[in-house]
Nanobody, 120 residues
């Protein structure tokens, strides 16, 4: 009923930039917050950045000043602009949405993940 479709991952050199996008679609009544998580091999999934419907943002300390999260409420889309990328940013990045479906409960939804590789 709800789909989160990510795009924008890929291979980039250290110091480069990438922009991730995630569009939510389906029987959505209201989106309360959207965010990006990442999981590197052998590590736990961690929050990268999140943004509420009102525009409040939260970032992991490791990405502050380099990554920017933004949101287009009309398009149910969240973006992650990643600058000054480092090899340690290499991970699968997952989109997350905290939303309510039409006639249903509030819950967490996840995208399928997009690989970001930072390497020379």
């Amino acid at each position: 009923q709800v789909q989160l479709v990510e795009s924008g991952g890929g291979l980039v050199q250290p110091g480069g930039s990438l922009r991730l996008s995630c569009a939510a679609s389906g029987s959505i009544f209201s989106i309360h917050a959207m965010g990006w998580y990442r999981q590197a091999p052998g590590k736990q999934r961690e929050l990268v950045a999140a943004i509420t419907s009102g525009g409040s943002t939260n970032y992991a300390d490791s990405v502050k000043g380099r990554f920017t999260i933004s949101r287009d409420n009309a398009k149910n889309t969240v973006y992650l602009q990643m600058n000054s990328l480092k090899p340690e940013d290499t991970a699968v990045y997952y989109c997350n949405a905290d939303l309510s479906v039409v006639g249903g409960p509030r819950g967490d939804y996840w995208g399928q993940g997009t690989q970001v590789t930072v390497s020379s």
